[in-house]
């Protein structure tokens, strides 16, 4: 079965089970204690931070292990914060960063302090100029993904770190994404990343902190890992993951030229073979293996779920999935469609049969998809048109309220109306990429009695 969710888990890598199998063996002691046994586990932590270190791009006593990805970001951004509260409270972020780094800045909001969120253009990169007008005399820290977790697309770090340096602001970089690939490009000032990502254990982050940053621990500290990360080490899952970054690291260039064609591929035939498809992030600045697409009138948990049944492992930032009723805040800061969405991240090893497979079963499964919600095949038409239509589709989700006016724009003359209500915020983002798409004109949103009114003119 296809597993293609690598950006959410990558697969264990063979050199990260090995090392954690050696590694229960040899360092199960305290590294802290003097005695025979607590030596050779510190020896092995030692060799792993300076590994690890090696793979980031820093000193080894600059490098933190942490529990997890999630706990690096909140250490970096509350650490960064607490030793810069005399510059001020002001928190510069991207509007796509990762909700772990989202909810960091939502407690610090709630905590007094305020955040600038930098938009970004349609591709999902901020633009720098924009990011270097938001670091203003009170900003404390600022933070920017080195990629997309959910687009792929790359941001750029290094015009950002410049513009935070000649304005004398830390830079914390999210670098999950993008480790396995490479180094994050120089002039960051904090650092985290997280070891599942690229394909060492679930429960290891690392966090570095560039000597010279101000930098304040919250929360209780003991003698361990700097006082930045409290507890016991685990250390078999610290030694996994330092191996398999260096390992994934020796394989990266030859296995992101042959994802990168696949991935290509996958970024034309989709458009090609399923109509009303929208393919998100930037075409060229992008990880190599992670792709993503929207469907127009499609749910996108129903089409995961049949995706399931057809043997292929994806993922979705739709909003039409379990676990949200609203769109990704990633797709919405883009302004792409949200309806459908797909998210196709190939692990190592991925083949060209399985990519082919893929592209072979999807134009059947969303036709399908498309089918049980009743989406037009084309724009309906009326003999007598009215002079403009209002469309009720309160209490429904997307993708029907489009579904809805996709059948409805052709009962109105060209240069009327139609008008849809709804109280699903997918409505926000996906009527007016419907209208991209249709090539109708947007006009705008009104306030309604509930949720909105969203108005569309017919121009053809």
């Not at 120089?186 to 101000?214: C, D, I, Q």
């Not at 991935?263 to 075409?283: F, H, M, T």
Request: net charge negative; proline share 7%; glycine share 10%.
């Amino acid at each position: 079965m296809p597993y293609f969710d690598a950006a959410s888990a990558a697969p264990l890598h063979p050199v990260a089970r090995q090392a954690l199998l050696a590694a229960l063996d040899e360092g199960w002691a305290d590294p802290a204690r003097l005695y025979r046994e607590g030596r050779r586990a510190r020896l092995l932590l030692d060799a792993a931070r300076e590994a690890a270190a090696e793979g980031v791009g820093c000193r080894p006593d600059e490098l933190t292990f942490t529990s997890s990805g999630t706990r690096a970001v909140y250490s970096g951004i509350s650490g960064a914060l607490a030793g810069r509260r005399r510059v001020g409270g002001r928190l510069v972020v991207s509007a796509v960063e990762h909700s772990s780094v989202l909810h960091a800045a939502a407690d610090h909001e709630d905590r007094g302090g305020t955040v600038a969120r930098v938009p970004v253009e349609r591709t999902g990169a901020v633009d720098a100029g924009t990011f270097g007008r938001a670091l203003t005399e009170d900003t404390a820290l600022a933070c920017l993904q080195s990629a997309s977790h959910e687009v792929g697309t790359e941001q750029p770090v290094a015009e950002a770190a410049g513009l935070c340096r000649a304005a004398g602001v830390p830079l914390l970089v999210d670098a999950a994404q993008s480790l396995a690939w490479g180094p994050v490009p120089e002039g960051w000032s904090l650092l985290a990343g997280s070891a599942h990502k690229w394909g060492g254990p679930a429960g290891v982050g690392l966090l570095a902190v560039r000597k010279g940053v101000r930098f304040a621990p919250q929360g209780p500290v003991d003698e361990r890992e700097s006082g930045r990360a409290p507890g016991f080490e685990n250390l078999p899952a610290i030694v996994a993951a330092a191996a398999s970054l260096r390992a994934v690291r020796a394989e990266a260039d030859a296995e992101a030229v042959r994802l990168r064609a696949l991935v290509d591929r996958i970024r034309a035939r989709v458009p090609a073979l399923v109509p009303d498809v929208e393919v998100v992030g930037d075409p060229v600045r992008r990880l190599p293996h992670l792709v993503t697409f929207s469907c127009l009138y499609v749910d996108g948990e129903t089409l995961l779920g049949e995706l399931d049944r057809a043997g292929f492992s994806v993922s979705s930032g739709s909003s039409c999935t379990s676990s949200t009723l609203t769109p990704s805040h990633v797709l919405k800061a883009m302004g792409v469609l949200s309806e459908g969405n797909v998210r196709v991240s190939l692990p190592r090893g991925t083949t060209e049969e399985d990519v082919d497979r893929f592209l072979e079963v999807l134009p059947g499964l969303v036709a399908g998809v498309r089918e049980k919600l009743g989406a037009p095949v084309a724009p309906a038409s009326s003999p007598a048109p009215d002079d403009s239509l209002v469309v009720d589709a309160l209490g429904k989700r997307c993708p029907i309220p489009v579904i809805e006016l996709a059948k409805m724009i052709g009962g109105v003359p060209v240069g009327a109306t139609v008008t849809v209500l709804s109280d699903d915020e997918a409505a926000r983002l996906d009527i007016p990429a419907w209208c991209a798409m249709r090539e109708q004109e947007y006009v705008g949103e009104e306030p309604a009695d509930r949720g909105a009114a969203y108005v569309v003119r017919r121009l053809s």
